[in-house]
């Protein structure tokens, strides 16, 4: 009798696990992939749609074009572009169909991020990445200076408030969107002492950027460099 109960148990195992596998299905192996969102993309590619571009981290506006009831709240106050600035932003889809003017925006947002932290830990390699040639020369010789002057800095981003596209230009094959970015930080510059020479860690700043990104739209390359900077 107690061997009978056992193999009946066994079977009511066996079933309750074929059942919950059918409803929640089984790891075939590529879950990470279709599962890994590009920090410069915010859709996730469809699972038909997949191609060996899964693995590349995108810059700016470099996802595949969507449709724009398939974007989620961006996580940023978005404020539509209009007038000329739009009919730019057109011409530039037109150019190169995988430009996404959402998609961009949220990857500004990335970039943003991205860069601050990298030019507060004088990582020039990321900066590299994600900066023209001339606007790196400008950031590594600051990041020279305060090496020269035995100063650290440390940027806490609170937050962004308003990521806005004012302007956008297409020139022959260069693609430029300009953003002004409003964002809250916390900056603090610390002598080698460790001793606060700039700033204040309790007082969160309201800061306005306005950053240019170019792309070259004939280049196999997704990447929308940092072109300039101004502070308003």
Not at 162 to 171: C, F, G, M, P, V
Request: charged letters at 25%.
């Amino acid at each position: 009798m107690a061997n009978f109960d056992l193999i009946l148990l066994a079977l009511i195992a066996v079933f309750i696990f074929l059942r919950l596998r059918s409803v929640l299905g089984s790891k075939d192996g590529n879950e990470d992939n279709r599962n890994h969102r590009d920090i410069f993309n915010p859709d996730p590619m469809d699972e038909d749609n997949e191609s060996s571009q899964d693995n590349v981290i995108h810059l700016p506006g470099s996802g595949p074009q969507n449709q724009q009831n398939q974007h989620p709240i961006p996580e940023v106050n978005e404020i539509e572009p209009v007038g000329p600035v739009q009919q730019a932003l057109a011409e530039i889809m037109a150019a190169d169909p995988n430009f996404d003017q959402h998609g961009f925006v949220e990857g500004a947002r990335g970039a943003f991020e991205m860069i601050l932290t990298a030019f507060a830990g004088d990582d020039r390699e990321t900066l590299k990445n994600l900066l023209t040639p001339e606007v790196y020369h400008n950031f590594e010789s600051a990041l020279e200076a305060r090496k020269a002057a035995g100063e650290t800095l440390e940027t806490t981003l609170i937050g962004i408030g308003s990521l806005e596209i004012i302007d956008a230009a297409l020139e022959n094959k260069m693609a430029e969107v300009t953003v002004r970015i409003v964002s809250e930080q916390v900056n603090v510059t610390c002598d080698a002492d460790g001793e606060v020479v700039d700033g204040d860690s309790n007082y969160i700043d309201t800061i306005t950027d306005v950053w240019t990104f170019e792309r070259d739209i004939t280049s196999n390359s997704p990447i929308w460099f940092l072109k300039a900077t101004q502070a308003e």
